[in-house]
Each structure stands twice: as C-alpha cells, then as structure tokens.
C-alpha cells in the first residue's frame, strides 16, 4: 500500500480535480442550543469555484494554519508523554507484576487480566500505540514460560492496546481530536465511553484466557507451535531477571500521571476545558515528572523534544486531511459532498444509519491509520452528515473510533506488521486466528451504537 502522505495527497489532488466538475451546492443552517446545524431540506445548488494546480499546493500550508490549535496539541503531548516514558515508571511497573508471576499463584492467574487491562487503559487515556511494541520482546517468553504460546504474548500488550485505543475515554488523539472538530466538548460522554471501554477489554480479556487455557491444556493446538518449539530453544531468560522492583521515584511519577489524569477528567466536566487548557495540564505534568524523576535539564528537553518529533508526521498528516476539506471548503463542493452521501448512510431507522457510518470508517481505517489524522479526513464530513441522518454527532465520534476496530488484523498498518515481523509470526496465520475476535468486535460495535442512538446520547 503507498505511503499515508501520498494517499493523503492523491486525495488532495483528487479532490482539486473534482471541483472542476461536481457543482457548487449549499445547505442553510440554523442554531439549536447554540450549534449550528443543517437544515436537511435546504439544499440547493450554487457557483462552483474550481481549484486549480496553485490552490493544491497552497492547502496544506493552510491546512497547517487552520489546524494549528489541534497541531500544536499533538506535539505538546507526544512530548509530555516522552517525558514520562523518559523516568521509565511505566517500564517499571509493569516489568514488576510480570516478575511477581514467579512468586504468586494468584498472580499466574491474574496475569492475563491485568496485564490487558494496563494497555488498554494506556490505550484509551494517553493512546499507546506504537508504544507498546517492546513490550512483545518482554511478553513472549512470559508467556512461552507460562505454557501460552507466541499469540498470547503478542496480545497482551498489542491487541490490549490497540482495543483501548478503539474504545478510548480520554485519549486525546483520537476521542478529544475528533471531538473538538464534530464541535462536541471535549471528552464529553465520558460515562458511556467508560462502559464502552469496560466491555471492549473484557471480551478481549475472556477470549484470551479461553484461550491461553486452551493452548496450555494442549500446546499442539497454537497455531504456532513449531516457531514457539524453535524459540523454546533459545530464549534462556530475559531482562526481568535483573530487574529489581519499582523504585519510590517511578511510583511518584506514576501518581502524577494518575493525578493529571483525574484532574483532566475535572476540568472538562466542571470547568469546560477545552484543548488550551488540557494541553497546559499535560505540559505542567511534563514539568513536575521531569523534576520528580530526577531528570537533567538536558534529559529533559531531549526528551520532550524527541516526543514532540515522533508526532511531526502525525501533525503533518492533520494538515493535509485538513487541506482536503479547505479545497472541497473553497469550491463550495461540502455540501454537494453531504448531499451525495446522504442516501448511502440515511435509513429509516437511526440505528442504521450509525452502523453504515461504522462500515464506512471501518473501510477508511484500512488506507489511513493515524487516529488524529483519520479524524481530521473524516469528521468534518461526517459531523453534519449526522445531523442529516438524524444521529447524534457524539455517536458519529463513537462510530469514528470502531472503525479502528480492525487495525489489529488489516495487513496495512505499520504497527501490526511491525508487531508480527518482531514476534516471527506470518500474517496470514495472526489474520486467521483474528477473526473470531474482529466478529466479537463487530457485533459489539453494532450494539453498542444501537444503544447510543436509542439513548440519544
């Protein structure tokens, strides 16, 4: 599959073209409760203004320009957060329970559920992603050593992490990003996404134990059992040996973290913060982890600094979905766009038209996996959009996140076949044994948005 950056600038072009030949047409709108909204019957057609070779290679400067609020999150929390990960109280933490399996029964059965549980909520608060990838260095020999197999050591950071991620509360690239572009409150509706995120990692959490049980009661039944065999013969240890327990630093950091956390969770339900101050919060967080963790000044910056790149492609991903909508903006084609999709998502029933939307980001997830850079291509359509299928733009985001259901199986994200070449298992075997867990997710996903849409939430 090409590069995100030349889908993105296909679609650019793409896009370009086509204002030359779709026609001009608007919808009026109106206020209710102080948003504005689309009246569904007021479409009418009007002038198009064509963008020709110039207006492409100016949208992405102004998509950088009018993003630049959404940007400039991105990379102060992909600092803040390599800042924490720089005190290494996260390493720390979970390197201690995995070595606390060799001294506890309790813990041996335990492991499963906590371990998933840890990268989901990694997931769904600070939207561990690729994070999570050396931690299937650690997790293999656990489990090879618990008598599980390559595929339980795989999921348990990876599948627990990409699930969070799906089914994120607070995860500000994905949930506060597409939010703050539908014009929904920031991380509004908490109390259902908690409920979401609780099924999502616990289906996972029973599917894994049914069957680790299943590969420990008969090891000729995992689908990788002859590689496991090979590793088997070569993995003598690992690094948890040497590791000698949480230091009182990484416990401190790790209540900061808690506590920025919770006072995130505050600010948005009694004061309204929106993204100035949630990046304030995770920058002032940054600050005292630095200084709790006992990083020079230098660390520090590298630190942050070395966070805030890694993000530079996801800030420059934003300002090209951005630039596609200027283009599609200043030709007058959006509503034309809205008034095309409608009949493909609109039913009779809003149920419906929720779950069509889910298929359809579902679809988009398979070419453009960036979380932020997804909903910066597809919120700005799909919000109004919601308002002319008669769902709510909170179920829209909803709808948004399952699309991301899928990114543990499709062979097109870097992570996945990242994670899989590192742990030596082909795709096609991961991709087979996926897909009673992908139906498990997809028909949580149907119900879940049924449930929102007759909520109205």
Known sequence: MPNTFVLLFFLLALIALSTWWVPGGKYETHLVNGKSLIDPGSFHYIASNPQGPVALMMAPIKGFVEAALIIGFVLIVGGAFAVLQKTEAIDSMIKSVAKAHTHSRLVRATIIPVFVSLFSLGGATFGMAEEAIPFVMIFIPLALALGYDSIVGVSIPFVGSQIGFAAAFLNPFNVGIAQGIAGVPVFSGIGFRLVVWLLATSLTIAFLMWYAARIKKNPKLSPTFEIDEEKRLHLQGNDLAEFTGMTGVHKAVLWLFLATLAGMVLGVVKYDWFINEIAALFLLMAIVVGMVG?????????????????????????????????????????????YSLMPMVQSANPVFAAHKMFVIQSVINFFIHSGSGQAALTMPIMAPLADLVGVSRQTAVLAFQFGEFTTPMIPTSGITVGVLALAGIPWSTWAKWMIPLQLIYFVLALVLLAVACQLNW
Not at 319 to 329: E, H, N, P, S
């Open 294 to 338: 006992r990083l020079a000044t230098d660390e520090f910056v590298a630190a942050f600094m070395q966070g805030a790149k890694d993000l530079v492609s996801t800030a420059l991903v934003i300002a090209l979905a951005r630039g596609t909508m200027i283009l599609a903006r200043d030709a007058h084609i959006i509503d034309t766009m809205l």
